[in-house]
């Protein structure tokens, strides 16, 4: 697996982060980020609501409060994401199945804070009411699971997560991106640990 942190001029972080897992599935890595199955991460809080409005339009939405890092000294962010994800099956170059799915989150604009489920809007009064500082996941940011079967009968699942945020704050950016780098990586280890032993993590290319 690798992490790569990336900045742009206007000030977002990018972090990049791919790894593969064999012998488990997209539905059991899907399942195991359900905030009912999160009890793996270091996220101490999740809720997910789901909702429409009287538009008829459907939302997702995800309120997370991360953890703190660095003993402390960043402390614990929240987020409130709307999401959507794409699902599709298709065959490979050699006949072997293929399934991708692809997941999407951003920052829920305060213009559908009157949609809001009542959940979603007491989680985002918590967060402020307690201090914690408001993080923001913009566009661009990503999972995406592809699922192969490979000649040999094993099955892996090759992740790949782009993470595109502006998580506040006036740390230095140099601490910011060392401490993001390596919650990136705690969450990988406790995600295949959590699916152990049905997961690995495959080092060697495929």
């Keep these: 697996m690798w992490c790569r942190p990336v900045s742009d001029p206007r000030g977002v972080h990018w972090w990049r982060t791919e790894w593969t897992l064999s012998d488990v599935t997209i ?4 399942q195991a980020f359900q ?14 609501a789901r909702w429409m409005d009287a538009r008829g339009t459907s939302y997702s939405a995800q309120s997370q409060l ?6 402390g000294l960043i402390s614990g962010r ?22 991708t799915k692809s997941s999407a989150s951003v920052a829920a604009p305060d213009s559908l804070a009157n949609d ?3 959940s979603v809007v007491a989680w985002r009064k918590l967060s402020l009411a307690s201090g914690h500082i408001i993080g923001s996941n913009l566009m ?22 782009i993470s595109a945020t502006e998580i506040g704050g006036s740390l230095p ?3 910011v991106n060392n401490a993001t780098v390596e919650a990136l990586v705690d ?7 959590f699916l152990e032993p049905a997961a690995a993590i495959i080092t060697e290319p495929l």
């Excluded at 199955?37 to 809080?45: C, E, F, G, K, L």
């Excluded at 991360?66 to 003993?71: I, Q």
């Design 27 to 30: 539905q059991q890595i899907d």
């Design 35 to 48: 905030p009912e199955n999160r009890v793996w991460d270091s996220s101490p809080t999740s809720h997910l």
């Design 66 to 71: 991360t953890a703190p890092v660095l003993g």
């Design 78 to 99: 929240s987020f409130i994401n709307l999401l959507v994800s794409t699902t599709r099956a298709e065959r490979d170059s050699q006949d072997m199945p293929v399934t």
């Design 116 to 118: 809001y489920p009542p």
């Design 140 to 161: 661009g940011g990503s999972m995406q699971l592809t699922e192969r079967v490979r000649p040999d009968g094993m099955r892996t699942v090759h992740i790949c997560m």
């Design 173 to 175: 950016i140099y601490m």
């Design 187 to 193: 969450m990988v280890q406790k995600l295949s640990r």
